[in-house]
Each structure stands twice: as structure tokens, then as C-alpha cells.
């Protein structure tokens, strides 16, 4: 299959250069060519003018091209310092006082600052972002790619994140952002490039498009924003109170968190990744201790009850590591769509495994959010990324599920895809259940949800009623300033 | 699975390992022959095979249940002698039909048993079955060595071994070829393998087991009770695996000795490993190990050393370990 097709593209120093496009479009592939990971069948690669080829990646970076990928490169054990230095020592007997000189500079000329002997594993998704960039820097990268970089950030911290961008397009280097927020590219960006299945659609500059236009270019057709429908919350359905959760690390991940969840509701669980929002959903789902407090289920106390009387009670999930909680990749999408429903008719009947119900709700729920497959019987390692999180946010919605724990149920889904999951978790709350969202993508949940909360420092914070839903005053509370 | 590959891969093991017979000096055709006709050429070999056959079935559906919950039961080996012994402890209190049956018994709780304490510390305290199945291998060695040498010996004879176990306890044959016997186990080993191939696929708790031996993560976040799980898969491999040291005793030797088991938890270990996670390729699997088994010791009497037998399983279960690595290792 071709994954670009006759595409044009030009990036030029001095700008912010946005690529967007729908899951599948060919960003990803686009990327890999120009950082030397993938050989192209047909045309060039032009580097100040000249033809140039970059068999791998070591290549690309010989040439001044650096690329910060999605899931951070850093080794938490090491030092910042040997962080930034690895794969790129200046010499073979390492001289750290001087390696710390020059990191130093470059931090201070970016407006960073570090503590460069501390272990990597206390650096914050921001302060980890900023390395990565740094790394570029240290390894004398001009052109840079950046594939998601706000993904993991609060708003404050994407903002200060193209402040520094843009103070290094300013000294004429090239950047290059794969986003899905649309905002950012308004806000932040000179020029943006559209793919759509494979091809280019536009490449423009951004003050000539609207947020509509530019989202019709993306998708193919007109878009409707969502609108959210007026809320009517009923009585409580999911009631924390004062719970408290340790950490892996016997830290206290959640200090005395209490909210309510009404039927009928959706409510969005912002934050910066990190403040507790996995070990809430773990608590919630009974995979990890409540040492203190109670949860309430409809009233009942559920704050011990094993994870399999909660999915019985009608409680699902949508795993944050889909990978390694929410699939088993060497089975096929049938075996795979009992994960969690194994126990409840029609899968189970009294013990026996009902393999022909097992197969109609696999092709139920791979039909629902559309999942693109080779077959219901091929392994989910053949799926891409996307499309096992849509099996895996329609596996979690199929029944009839009281209470979905979302954990970034849009994480790599494309527009399309994103519509779908929250209709779907829409329905949910409209017959009569309950659905909480974490998400690190502020736009998201005050698209979707009825109402935000906001976790920080495993405290639970709801803005006031009057600034429900200010970007700002949310923005403040996740990282815990403005209270 | 692509089985294909593996029986390809199979047959050029086995061709490489017609090379150590030229190092013996022995001309190939007598090896040929001398390895046919005990094994499966002659009424004689089969004698031979079928006795391998039984503690190989039984002991690597033993072992494949535990592959299947992520464990890897090093174990057998161990499991089968205690079974074995508990087995002749019973059968010599109870010398008729009865005993006969209880001793079978007596053999699965005492391989359980022995099982067990490695499951319980790889669920409860993260402790890793290989190492803790090892160490209780050493120990079962040890404590039937004991008993055999002391509570259990027959005092009438020299040799370190238990009395011979009266007519009526013993198992009788299904059928006989002469002096080729078809014992129960063979029919109780076959009737495992699809009983194991039934609750692995059909019944919720075999899919739950399965989940454990794939992803234990993904497993609890869908409910199960990951550590019961592993608990109860080993002590049921143990069961099993003392079921086989059972058969040994009452179904063949009729009495036990010290290492009776003489390896053939470890050849169940590679048994399980080649049939590849499903039940019913355990029946060719066993079959394989035990006709090499008694063709390698017929070699033997043409001074080809019967370590040839473990050359070749060790290269076959190599070569079909790397293979499943690679390809992801499932027979969903």
C-alpha cells in the first residue's frame, strides 16, 4: 500500500511549520522519511537546495535534522546531564564540567533551566519535553521535528513550550509540529501543511484558513462542532469520599479526593499527566488499595469490592497503557473482546465459554467504532494503534455499562474517531449511566463533558461555577496556582 | 501455529544428528536398524516405547497446563518421584483394586502438594517457579532417597528399593501384544490431553487461565484473580505430574526406587514445549520423545551412548523455542 503518494513538501527556517492530518493520513510516514527512518520509492529529499540521502537516522542528524518522537527517549536513571550527552558524547573520556558548561548555555539561551546531576525520573512531562529539545540542540539539529509535544502538557506549559519554539525559529531554525489541536496551530504557527489519506490536500499559510476551513480540509468534508446538549445530572451514582491512594512508589498519589459522579453524566478529569488520575482509576476499578476513605456504588460501598464484582456491577474501563492492560496483542480480536466480560452472560453461560457469543460481540464491537481489520480471527498485534483503541472504547461501552472509567479515550484517534468515542460514551450517560474522562487535553474535555475537575498533586480541585469552563482559571488549578 | 515450519525444522535436527553415530564407528545402517527395532520395528521396541509413552503423556499435559498460566514447571521431575512414592506407600497398605486406585490418588495430592509452594510464592511473594521448582526437584530427590533407603525398603533384598507391590494393585493392561503392554495410563493420558483442550477452550475459567499465561496485567484489569490462578494452575500441573509418577509405579515398574523417574519430567518438560501450547499435539509430541527414548537406548547396545537421545530433543526443543519467540508464541 502507499502511505504517501506524490506528496510535496517544504519547510522553510525561521517558521513553525504545522503537519496535520486524520489518523493514517501520513504524518508519521512523511516524518520517517525526512528524519532518514524510512527510503522513499520515488522523488527527493532537498536540503538547502541540494539532493541529499539519509539511509538512516544517524544520517539525518549528521545533516542537522533532530526528532522528538511521542514517547520520550529518556532513561529515568541516568542524570539530565548524561541524558542529554547520550548517543552524542563530545568525546571518549567524558568531561562532565565542560559537558555541564555547555549544557548550561544552551539551556540559559532557551530560557530553560536544570538541575543537571538529578536523576531524569523526577523531571516533570514539561521539564522532559524541554530536554528532549535540548538533546536536539546539543546535537546541533536545525531542522527539528516534533511529533505531538503538547500531548502530556497542561495548557500553561504548551504555551511557555512554543515560547521557546518560537525563540529558536526566530534564530532561523526550521520546526516542524505534528499536532491534533487545532487551536495550537492558530495560535503558534506560520505555515501548515494537510494530508489526507496519503496525499497532499494543502500547504498554506495559517492566517489565510479558519478553524472550520482548516478542519474541512483535514477531514474531507464539512465538520460539526459538537454542541453539548444540556445537562441533566440524576441522583448520585458514584460517590468518592476522602479516599486516599498510595503510589508505586508508597508516595500519597491521592490525598483525600472526594467528588460525586451523577447518572447522566460526563465529567472530565483534567490534569497534567502524573497527579494521580491512573492510581484514581485504579482505586476506582479495585486494582489498587484504598487505604482510607470510602466509594459508594448507587450507595452501596463498593470501596473493597474485587475488580470482577465491579465490572459485574457494570463498571468498564478504558486502560491508560492499552498495550499492556487493555489487550492481549497475540490473540485475536475475538479472544480478545472477553477481556473484562468473560464472567457475564452472553459470554459466560453458567462456566461454559460461549465462543459463538464471544464472536458476535467481537464483530459488534469492532463494527461500532468502525475498527479496520484483516479478520476477526487475526492476532491484535496486526491492528495499528488507533484502531485497537477504538476496539478497546467500544469493547468498554458494549453491554450495559453503569460507570465508564475513560482513560484518554481519544489517545491517537483522528477526528472521526474521536466524534465516534464520545457519542458513544455520550449514549452512555443518556441511558442513565455515568462516564469520567482523564484526559491531558484541556480543549477535549471542555468539549465533551458536562463539567471539569481537575487533579493536581493528588488533590481534587472543581473550579467555581462561575469559571466552569475558563480555559484559564482550569489551566491554573492543574498546575496548582490560583486557588 | 504454523506447524509446518516446525516439523521441517524437526526432520533437520534429526538429520544433523546422525553425525555423532559416525564418530562412534559404527556403520549408519546397523545404528539405523538397531534404533528402529527397539523402538517401533519390533515387537520388542514397542515394549519400550509404549512404557515411555504413559509418564511422557500424562507428564506433559502436566507441564502444558502451567506453560498455558505463564508458568514455566521445571518441577515435574520432582512432582513425579514424590508422586511415585506416595503412590507405592499406598499401594503397598492396600494390596487390591481399591489400592489400586488410591495410590493414583495418593499421587496427584502428594505431586500437588509439592507443587504447590512454588505456586504460592511466585503469586503471593514474586518468587520465580524455575528457581523454587529446582530447588523442591533437589529436595524430592533427596526425601525419596530417604525413604526408599529407610521406612520403605524391602528388607530382603540389597538393592535400595521398596517392596514389590502385590498383583492386585498393580494396574492391569488394557490390552497386550505379547509383552507389549497397552496400560490404562495410555487411554487416562489421551483422555487428559482433550479434556484439556476442551476447558482451555470452551469453559471461562480455561480463558481466564490463558489470559494469565499471556498478559497477567491485562488479566487483572479484566477481573481475575491472578495470583489463585497461579497458585491453583501449578498445583494442578503438580497433580498431574504425580499422576504420572504414579503410573510409573503401578502401571510398570510395580515397585519404587531411588530416581525412578530418571529424567522424564524434565523429557515432559520438552514434550509440553514442542506441542506448542496445545493439548492435543501433546499425543505426537509424547510419541516422539518416547520412541527416541527407546530407539536411543537400543542404540545403546551398539555402543552409540544413549545421550544421544537428549542431544537431539535439546536441539529439537532449541530450535522450536527460538521459532515461537519470534513468531509471538501463540496457538490462539
Redesign the interface.
Known amino acids: 500500500m502507499r502511505a504517501l503518494d506524490a506528496v510535496d513538501f517544504s519547510a522553510l527556517p525561521g517558521q513553525i511549520h504545522a503537519l496535520v492530518g486524520e489518523n493514517g493520513a501520513g504524518k508519521t510516514t512523511l516524518m520517517r522519511v525526512l528524519y532518514g527512518a524510512l527510503d522513499v520509492t520515488s522523488g527527493t529529499v532537498l536540503l538547502d537546495g541540494n539532493e541529499v540521502s539519509m539511509p538512516n537516522s544517524a544520517a539525518a542528524i549528521a545533516r542537522g535534522i533532530g526528532m522528538v518522537s511521542q514517547h520520550y527517549s529518556i532513561i529515568p536513571a541516568l542524570t539530565t546531564l548524561d541524558n542529554l550527552m547520550l548517543g552524542a558524547e563530545p568525546s571518549f573520556a567524558l568531561d562532565r564540567k565542560a559537558a555541564t558548561e555547555r549544557a548550561e548555555a544552551l539551556a540559559k539561551q532557551m530560557g530553560f533551566s536544570f538541575r543537571w546531576t538529578d536523576k531524569a525520573e523526577a523531571l516533570s512531562p514539561a521539564s522532559a519535553q524541554k530536554l528532549e529539545i535540548l538533546k536536539l540542540l546539543w546535537r546541533e539539529a536545525r531542522i527539528m521535528i516534533l511529533d505531538e509535544p503538547t500531548a502530556m502538557l497542561s495548557p500553561l506549559d504548551a504555551d511557555a513550550l512554543y515560547g521557546s519554539l518560537k525563540r529558536l525559529a526566530n534564530e532561523g531554525a526550521t520546526i516542524i509540529v505534528v499536532t491534533h489541536r487545532l487551536p495550537e496551530v492558530f495560535e503558534f504557527c506560520d505555515q501548515v501543511t494537510v494530508l489526507r489519506g496519503g496525499k497532499l490536500i494543502t500547504t498554506q499559510p495559517v492566517p489565510e484558513l479558519t478553524p472550520a476551513t482548516l478542519a474541512e480540509l483535514i477531514v474531507g468534508r464539512p465538520v460539526e462542532i459538537p454542541s453539548l446538549p444540556e445537562s441533566h445530572p440524576g441522583k448520585e451514582l458514584l460517590s468518592v469520599r476522602e479516599i486516599q491512594v498510595k503510589g508505586d512508589r508508597g508516595d500519597d498519589a491521592l490525598k483525600s479526593v472526594s467528588f460525586d459522579l451523577h447518572a447522566g453524566e460526563v465529567v472530565g478529569i483534567a490534569g497534567v499527566d502524573g497527579n494521580g488520575q491512573k492510581e484514581l482509576f485504579e482505586a476506582l476499578m479495585g486494582l489498587r488499595d484504598v487505604y482510607s476513605g470510602e466509594v459508594f456504588l448507587g450507595g452501596i460501598p463498593i470501596t473493597d469490592a474485587a475488580p470482577v464484582k465491579r465490572l459485574e456491577g457494570g463498571f468498564r474501563l478504558i486502560p491508560e497503557d492499552r498495550h499492556h492492560e487493555g489487550v492481549i496483542e497475540e490473540w485475536s480480536l475475538t479472544d480478545n473482546v472477553g477481556l473484562g466480560l468473560q464472567n457475564q452472560p452472553p459470554i459466560a453461560d453458567r462456566g461454559r465459554l460461549d465462543r459463538g457469543a464471544l464472536e458476535r460481540t467481537a464483530s459488534a464491537v469492532a463494527e461500532r467504532f468502525r475498527t479496520k481489520h484483516g479478520g476477526l480471527d487475526q492476532p491484535m498485534a496486526s491492528l495499528s494503534g488507533g484502531n485497537q483503541q477504538r476496539f478497546v472504547a467500544a469493547r468498554a461501552i458494549s453491554g450495559e455499562p453503569k460507570v465508564v472509567l475513560a482513560f484518554q479515550p481519544a489517545r491517537g484517534l483522528d477526528l472521526a474517531g474521536i466524534a465516534d468515542v464520545y457519542a458513544a460514551l455520550r449514549d452512555v450517560s443518556r441511558s442513565g449511566g455515568g462516564v469520567l474522562v482523564v484526559s491531558y487535553d484541556l480543549e477535549e474535555l471542555l468539549t465533551h463533558c458536562d463539567r471539569v475537575i481537575v487533579l493536581c498533586h493528588g488533590h481534587l480541585a472543581e473550579p467555581d461555577a462561575d469559571a466552569a469552563r475558563d480555559r484559564g482559571a482550569i489551566g491554573r488549578l492543574m498546575v496548582g496556582v490560583g486557588e | 501455529m504454523k506447524n509446518g515450519h516446525h516439523w521441517a525444522l524437526i526432520i533437520i535436527v534429526l538429520a544433523l544428528s546422525i553425525f555423532p553415530i559416525f564418530l562412534t564407528g559404527t556403520p549408519l545402517p546397523d545404528a539405523a536398524r538397531s534404533f528402529w527395532e527397539s523402538s517401533i520395528g519390533q515387537p520388542r521396541g514397542w515394549v519400550v516405547t509404549l512404557r515411555e509413552l504413559s509418564p511422557l503423556l500424562i507428564g506433559g499435559v502436566a507441564v502444558l497446563i502451567a506453560l498455558r498460566a505463564g508458568l514455566f514447571n521445571i518441577g515435574a521431575e520432582g512432582q513425579m518421584l514424590v508422586g511415585a512414592c506416595a503412590a507405592t506407600a499406598v499401594a503397598l497398605q492396600m494390596p487390591n483394586v481399591s489400592g489400586a486406585i488410591l495410590a493414583a490418588i495418593a499421587g496427584m495430592v502428594a505431586g500437588a502438594l509439592w507443587a504447590y509452594p512454588a505456586g504460592w510464592l511466585k503469586a503471593y511473594r514474586g518468587g520465580h517457579e524455575v528457581i523454587s521448582t529446582i530447588m523442591l526437584n533437589q529436595i524430592a530427590v533427596r526425601l525419596t532417597a530417604w525413604f526408599v533407603k529407610s521406612p520403605m525398603k524391602d528388607p530382603n533384598q540389597i538393592a535400595d528399593t521398596s517392596p514389590r507391590l502385590a498383583g492386585a494393585a498393580e494396574w492391569v493392561p488394557v490390552a497386550s501384544f505379547g509383552r507389549a503392554h497397552l496400560t490404562w495410563a495410555i487411554p487416562i493420558g489421551l483422555l487428559l490431553c482433550w479434556l484439556l483442550w476442551y476447558w482451555l ?8 487461565l490463558q ?1 494469565v499465561g ?2 497477567p ?9 491472578v495470583s489463585q490462578i497461579t497458585t491453583r494452575a501449578m498445583a494442578a500441573s503438580g497433580a498431574l505430574s504425580g499422576l504420572a509418577g504414579a503410573t510409573i509405579v503401578l502401571a510398570d515398574q510395580g515397585r519404587f526406587y531411588e530416581n525412578i523417574s530418571a529424567g522424564r519430567g524434565f523429557d515432559a518438560l520438552g514434550v509440553a514445549l514442542l506441542a506448542g501450547g496445545n493439548p492435543l499435539f501433546v499425543i505426537p509430541t509424547s510419541m516422539v520423545f518416547a520412541i527416541l527414548n527407546a530407539g536411543t537406548s537400543g542404540m545403546g547396545l551398539e555402543g552409540i551412548p544413549k545421550g544421544l537421545s537428549g542431544l537431539i530433543l535439546g536441539g529439537l526443543i532449541l530450535i522450536v523455542g527460538s521459532l515461537r519467540t519470534k513468531t ?3 496457538d ?1
Not at chain 2, 477452550?201 to 481466564?208: D, K, L, P, Q, S
Not at chain 2, 496485567?217 to 484473580?225: C, E, L, S
Open positions: 477452550r470452551h469453559r471461562v475459567a480455561g480463558y481466564e489470559a499471556a498478559n496485567r491485562a488479566a487483572k484489569v479484566a477481573g481475575v484473580n509471538g508464541g501463540s490462539e
